[in-house]
């Protein structure tokens, strides 16, 4: 095989690579702005990094979205979904209750053993029941989610995207667009005989 024929298989696998990027980026971009649209009787509020001193700056986005909306939609219920890592001084769930300490009690249900997005739709699911929800996490992970949440077994599911930091635009796109091509491998292969 000669090196101009090399090269040209290089080129061709990278114009495919950066088209199939550009074409999950548009997915993944195209959810950046929902808003609930089925009247959800449960919020589900995907975890992120809780720190000793806090919420990570993406969780205080996504916590001030699902209070925006509880304040102004006073009947509906949340679910906090996030568990413990590693370094995390509490379960995620419970770090969220206590930003949210300004809102009774009986408006949440504390999901506090998930580790991944799945397991935050799963673990969800048992607590809620197939009801309306609308999933409540960062503009740049609202796509996967949403996908995730359907695959997961909600038949009425909406989201409600959060705001998230411009200067980690380009990470967050590319981390996405990753991940959405691990779940679609994963979900095509493992995760159906499960569902």
Do not use: W
């Not at 949210?100 to 991944?116: A, C, H, M, N, Y």
């Amino acid at each position: 095989m000669s090196f101009h024929m090399i090269g040209c298989i290089l080129i061709a696998f990278g114009i495919f690579a950066a088209l199939g990027y550009i074409l999950i980026a548009v997915r993944i971009l195209s959810c950046y702005a929902k808003q609930a649209d089925n009247d959800p009787e449960y919020l589900l509020v995907l975890g992120a990094r809780y720190r000793e001193n806090g919420p990570s700056k993406a969780l205080r986005y996504r916590l001030d979205a699902a209070k925006a909306y509880m304040e102004a939609h006073p009947k509906v219920k949340a679910v906090l979904s996030g568990g413990q890592g590693d370094d995390e001084p509490c379960t995620e769930a419970e770090g969220m209750r206590k930003y949210l300490f300004d809102i009774p009690d009986e408006r949440f249900v504390l999901e506090g053993k998930s580790r991944t997005t799945i397991e935050n739709i799963r673990n969800s699911l048992k607590l809620t029941g197939n009801v309306p929800v609308a999933v409540v996490t960062n503009n740049f992970h609202m796509y996967r989610a949403l996908k995730l949440a359907r695959y997961g077994g909600y038949t009425d599911v909406s989201g409600i995207a959060a705001d998230s930091s411009l200067f980690y635009f380009p990470y967050n796109m590319t981390r996405e667009v990753l991940a959405v091509i691990k779940n679609n491998v994963i979900l095509s292969n493992k995760e159906r005989k499960n569902v």
